[in-house]
């Protein structure tokens, strides 16, 4: 149903806690190829292992490349990420229209593509975008818009995972339901005699029933279930002590 | 139009270069208000100037608590975020629809919220995620779903730049439209010419038109620019140089 998950490409990946950590941003949401162009400091690079914190697989399993056209080895369709404006004609994309054409090609072709990511200091070089089919720029705050590497394929792979997610928007997790409506009914019932015993309800026409509405309204409203209106009727019983201070028979 | 930020609500964050790659992952994305609860190595820490790499404001404002109930002060709206399911009756939503609430929240009501996320290596405990309106879970890999502390805070970062950003879909940078019709054509009829003399086209019926059909296909889907129609004519008149050898004039 799914097609191939995208290529993670860094193009002269200056730290390797960097790498690592891009791998375990990978691995959290689901993707696995990860190929380096020419990192600074060579490979295996040491620093990655304890920042991918258990993604070692994606490190095992990491490729490097001589070049960027060399990485992009097998992949049909090519995102170079990129902030300033470059002097190159192409097509710029949102972080979510990149990853739904890429969701799109697998889907319909089977066929993978890949996102590209430059250097930590300077970014992808206009050489570098040339060879992308488009060039994706992440919406940022336009005074402070450099991005963390890792962090910048965590939006990539959350936009992967978020658009395959499954998970319904919202949910209510431990709960059984609301409670039987004559069961909330008795609750209220319950809490009007008492207020009224107690007199809590102001005099005049509708004032009564005015309260009341607005206190049916806030125990309907949480759609309590029927072991919180347990709950409730319990806290009603022990606080409402009779006047006389013996304790209630009920 | 759009209303406050949500506060980043950190409970009890164990090390100080997370602290500062939350902050500048909030810079990045436009959230400013950075609430500590009782972190572990104390306020300020060290750690954190050099990982936030410039924004030192979000730090400098931090302000830390001794509890997580005292640093939801003010706010209206509050998510917690939790990997697994615990023992207590919440709504569970995700990134995308915690932060459209917020953002409703907002807009209609002018009112703040806030997301919560607890120590690196426990995350919350039921006690904090019972504080909050309701939990959000960042949909990841079911396998390896545990997320660096300042990527988690990314995914609502991002989503809340995501939500708010006018940045079209796709546009075309350094792109002044398509090349004016006639001189599209005047490329295909010169390619068509060339090749003819060049007997590119095989014979029988129908298999010149064909053939020029699936070259003018292919010339006009990139809609060219007017630069690109006239590069394209220089390299063929280049390349296209006459049996004899000499230089064709035109």
Chains 1, 2 share one sequence.
């Not at 059984?176 to 609750?187: H, I, N």
Request: charged share 20%; glycine share 8%; proline share 8%.
């Amino acid at each position: 149903m799914s097609g191939p998950p995208p290529a993670v490409i860094l193009v002269r990946p200056q730290l390797g806690v960097n790498i690592g950590a891009v791998a375990r941003a990978m691995m959290n949401f689901g993707l696995s190829d990860l190929r380096l162009v020419r990192p600074r400091d060579g490979w295996p690079n040491p620093d990655a292992g304890p920042a991918a914190s258990g993604a070692s697989a994606i490190l095992d399993n990491a490729r490097v490349y001589d070049d960027l056209a060399g990485a992009c080895e097998g992949l049909h369709l090519v995102f170079a990420t990129a902030m300033l404006m470059r002097p190159l004609t192409r097509r710029v994309v949102t972080p979510e229209r990149a990853v739904a054409e890429l969701r799109a090609l697998g889907t319909s072709e089977g066929l993978p593509g890949g996102i590209v990511f430059g250097p930590e200091r300077t970014g992808l070089e206009t050489v570098d975008l040339a060879l992308a089919h488009a060039v994706c720029t992440i919406p940022t705050n336009p005074e402070f818009g450099s991005l963390n590497l890792a962090q910048a394929v965590v939006v990539f792979a959350y936009e992967w995972m978020r658009q395959q997610d499954t998970m319904p928007p919202e949910e209510l997790m431990n709960y059984a339901g609301p409670a039987a409506m004559e069961k909330l009914e008795a609750l209220i019932v319950d809490l009007d005699r008492r207020l009224t015993e107690n007199r809590y309800f102001s005099e005049g026409p509708g004032r009564h029933e005015a309260a009341a509405l607005t206190l049916r309204n806030l125990l309907t409203r949480p759609q309590f279930s029927e072991a919180e209106v347990r709950t409730l009727r319990g806290v009603l019983r022990i606080l409402n002590v009779p006047r006389g201070g013996d304790q209630e028979r009920e």
